[in-house]
């Protein structure tokens, strides 16, 4: 038989016994719950296990929000037309929503706001705001543009704005450009800009929008005859009927689930349970959702996000504006399908692109440290940063995807844990390389000369050579506590859903069992996914099922040489499944491997 090996690095946090104790004995809950509280820092656990909006910042500690607030009720005031300036994304999208909803529920009585919204189309024009747009905004009367998800480097835009007479409010959550600042605008709302009081330096572009709604709310209710019941309904009603599209947003930019991020997403997650406007209603039908129960942020991140992201990935994401605004339940019905069919459009191109790369990243092994960069003019650019996810997934190296077009490289990158890449790419850009690019830590878009591509290839690897180290490049699966398999039961499940939303900085908790059985010959599902049961060596306990989903990792070649009477050692998540009506249990592989290997285990 054949020792199989861990694929990955495991890695346990070192813990506190007297901490996770005295967690144990004040929640009542199973050990491994309690080491998986204190282990992630957290204090408050009433907060922690039920937030509610005093558990939301203050909108005000936004920098520039007042004037921000100034300006649109000045606007208001005087009938004069607003732009909203969006992203084709599920951040840009929701974000325009929220705004535009927000500023017509406050326009005075008689004086309906006319607001106007302009979400780019990601072939034709690209990120980012453009000044062509901003001209013929002005030439319609425009005087005031609102920029959500978008903006924080968009200097030229700005200047093009000022010089139309038009009065700019950025509000984005990009990262500002350390050596040339920020753009010329009447305000600038970002929690990462400098000197920005906001505690919560990572919202995503729907709740800073969002932040900027609240403000206007307030500002209107405080305004009203009866301040203190204006106010009441504010927060009992509207504020948390906006707080499910932010959710949405904040799951799909996977910003960090940590703090204030975490309590927008479970208050949110919350409101979505059996929603009342009628395009939400039908994206989660067309997403197979139960509509009386609230969805998971697993369902938001892999049903309702990449519906609302294929209109801008293959179509005009316009649609799913006018999805999440319309009263008209025929015109919602239509909309979710046409958003439906174009994820399946988007899931063929991707899997037709992924082919042709799997081939490329083939001739490449074994992987060089260093960001590996492919570009196809054949490829469709709503899908790159789908493509270089997928790159990352398989290789462990930062990756860039790019497709061409009239002499431009267009492209999209993401990232592995200790490799900055919107510092990568500011690195290199000296002397300028690119024709625009921004983004985070982790994902960045891009657009250069096609010409320049060899250079940039040149470039990153020389930067490469001295940030991607052996410990960066080595896999490192982090692991929350090591548990016999018997200590897996429906108590132990139960506590883990009380401790969603998971996601990004807060990620599912992944548990370690050793020296299982094999109980049994391993089934192959699908002819590429695997089927274990495994029962603990030592106890007579029945045995698990475990399955391994070939994704990221090929389980059927990952398993070669295990065999009944095996013994094995399994990193896994829990799950649970329903058949006959009945909840079972199952373990959902991470890794594996043989109970006689060395330890892969450090902590």
Request: charged content about 20%; hydrophobic content about 45%.
């Amino acid at each position: 038989m054949t020792e199989t090996a861990a694929l990955f690095r495991w890695e346990l946090p070192a813990s506190d016994p007297i901490r996770t104790a005295a967690f144990e004995r004040h929640l009542a809950c199973p050990p491994a719950v309690a080491r998986i509280i204190a282990d992630r820092g957290i204090d408050d656990t009433k907060s922690f296990l039920s937030p509610s909006l005093a558990d939301l910042h203050d909108p005000n500690l936004l920098l520039g929000l007042p004037e921000a607030v100034a300006r649109i009720e000045r606007a208001l005031g005087s009938d004069e037309p607003v732009l909203i300036y969006g992203d084709y994304d599920v951040d840009g999208t929701t974000a325009t929503v929220l705004l535009k909803t927000a500023i017509e529920r406050v326009a005075p009585p008689g004086h309906p706001a006319k607001v106007t919204y302009h979400v780019p189309h990601r072939i034709r024009e690209g990120y980012g705001m453009q000044t062509k747009v901003l001209g013929e905004a002005a030439l319609t009367g425009i005087r005031l543009v609102i920029s959500v998800d978008t903006g924080i480097r968009a200097f030229a835009a700005a200047d093009e704005a000022k010089a139309l007479g038009l009065d700019l409010i950025v509000t984005d959550h990009h990262l500002p450009d350390d050596v040339s600042g920020l753009p010329d605008a009447l305000a600038v709302i970002n929690p990462a800009q400098p000197n920005c009081p906001y505690p919560n330096k990572s919202l995503c572009g729907a709740a800073v929008a969002f932040k900027l709604a609240h403000a206007l709310l307030t500002s209107h209710a405080l305004r009203q005859p009866d301040p203190s019941r204006a106010l009441d309904l504010l927060n009992s009603r509207i504020i948390p009927s906006f707080l499910k599209l932010v959710a949405i947003a904040t799951i799909a930019d996977s910003v960090p689930l940590i703090g204030e991020n975490r309590a927008i997403a479970w208050l949110g997650l919350r409101e979505l349970a059996n929603p009342v406007q009628p395009g939400l209603r039908a994206l989660m039908q067309v997403a197979k959702l139960p509509l009386d129960q609230a969805p998971t942020a697993m369902e938001v991140g892999f049903r309702l996000a990449p519906r609302i992201n294929a209109a801008g990935r293959m179509d005009v994401a316009g649609d799913v504006v006018e999805l999440l605004l319309t009263r008209d339940a025929a015109k919602a019905q239509m909309l979710a399908e046409k958003l439906d069919q174009l994820n399946q459009d988007r899931r063929a191109t991707e899997a037709q692109a992924l082919a042709a790369i799997d081939l490329q990243l083939a001739a490449l092994k074994p992987y060089a440290p260093e960001c590996i960069i492919l570009d196809h003019a054949d490829w469709h650019r709503g899908v790159l940063g789908i493509l270089a996810s997928r790159i990352v997934e398989r290789t462990n190296r930062p990756a860039l995807v790019l497709t061409h077009q009239d002499g431009q490289a267009h492209g999209s990158g993401r990232s592995i844990e200790g490799f900055h890449l919107l510092d990568a790419l500011t690195a290199v850009d000296a002397p300028a390389l690119f024709t625009k690019f921004g983004g985070h830590a982790h994902a960045v878009g891009l657009t250069i000369p096609s010409e320049s591509l060899d250079e940039l290839r040149h470039r990153m690897r020389l930067h490469a050579t001295l940030h991607l180290t052996t410990e960066v490049l080595t896999p490192v699966l982090h692991c929350d506590a090591e548990i016999p398999l018997a200590a897996v039961d429906q108590t132990l499940y139960q506590w883990l859903q009380r401790l969603e939303p998971f996601g990004n900085a807060f990620p599912e908790p992944i548990f370690i069992s050793r020296d299982l059985i094999l109980t049994d010959p391993i089934r192959i599902l699908k002819e590429k996914h695997v089927c274990l049961r495994l029962r603990d060596s030592n106890t007579s306990h029945a045995p698990f099922e475990a399955l391994g989903w070939t994704r990221t990792i090929d389980w059927v070649a990952h398993t070669e040489g295990l065999e009944a009477g095996s013994r094995i050692d399994i990193a896994y998540r829990l799950r649970t499944s329903t058949y006959q009506q009945i909840n079972r249990l199952q373990l959902e592989l991470v890794d594996l491997k043989s109970t006689s290997m060395n330890s892969y285990l450090s902590s």
